[in-house]
């Protein structure tokens, strides 16, 4: 399997412009995630998805973020206007709700830069 | 609320010797799962080991080791005869069953010296 996938890898934008991050989820996997990444927060959970529906998207920062699943494999997190305080790097996850280990896998991430 | 504590943000370790990066999590379910991550400088984040609240033995991976200690409610990860290759960022998390969230902690630095 190919693992999680995401796209851009590297974004960079100014303020005020919409974002868009996508990710592709290992197949066969019922749950996906959103986290940013930064050197002051850490690793935050933003929201998260269970056989395509939301669950929990209190880790949302504001309005400006949302996020969808149309389908089992893709999702989008959207940034719309994008300021500089978004930069960070923002991994997508994905894991099967009944193994074991309900280990979570992560794409590479994308580095947002918005300048 | 469940909490993640990693009181080391930085370590130096010679080559070859034994590490032991340190986690400790607060909860007040029984049954929960315990995982660390680690996060080389290319930035992906890597899977190393679980462990299972009710797991009798402490985890094991190749050359890491969990030493699970439930009454401290520590989780430290042991990297047994480091190599260059082990300096990263290492993340300790955990997971409640009645969960699907995983909560991380904020991480510890390791650097292995040649």
């Known amino acids: 399997d190919a693992g999680v996938i995401q796209s851009p890898r590297h974004e960079v934008t100014e303020m005020g412009q919409e974002v868009t991050l996508r990710c592709k989820p290992i197949s066969g996997h019922d749950y996906l995630f959103w986290y940013r990444q930064t050197m002051m927060r850490g690793l935050e959970l933003l929201i998260y998805f269970n056989n395509n529906v939301p669950i929990d998207d209190s880790g949302m920062p504001e309005d400006r973020f949302s996020a969808k699943m149309p389908n089992a494999s893709f999702s989008t997190l959207k940034i719309q206007p994008s300021e500089p305080r978004d930069s960070a790097v923002y991994f997508c996850?994905?894991?099967?709700?009944?193994?074991?280990?309900?280990?979570?896998?992560f794409g590479p991430g994308t580095r947002l830069t918005v300048l | 609320a469940q909490k993640i504590t990693q009181t080391q943000p930085g370590m130096f370790v010679q080559e070859k010797e034994a590490v032991t990066l340190d986690c400790t999590y607060d909860t007040s379910d029984p049954s929960y799962g315990l995982f660390w991550y680690k996060q080389p400088s290319s930035g992906e984040m890597i899977f190393l080991i679980y462990q299972g609240s009710y797991d009798q033995q402490n985890a094991t991976e190749g050359r890491y080791s969990l030493n699970f200690q439930k009454a401290r409610k520590s989780a430290n990860l042991v990297i047994s005869a480091s190599q260059l290759g082990d300096s990263a960022m290492y993340f300790c998390?955990?997971?409640?069953?009645?969960?699907?969230?995983?909560?991380f902690g904020k991480g510890t630095r390791l650097h292995i010296l040649p």
């Open positions: 998390a955990m997971r409640l069953n009645r969960d699907d969230k995983i909560i």
């Open positions: 996850a994905s894991n099967h709700g009944t193994v074991k280990y309900n280990e979570q896998f």
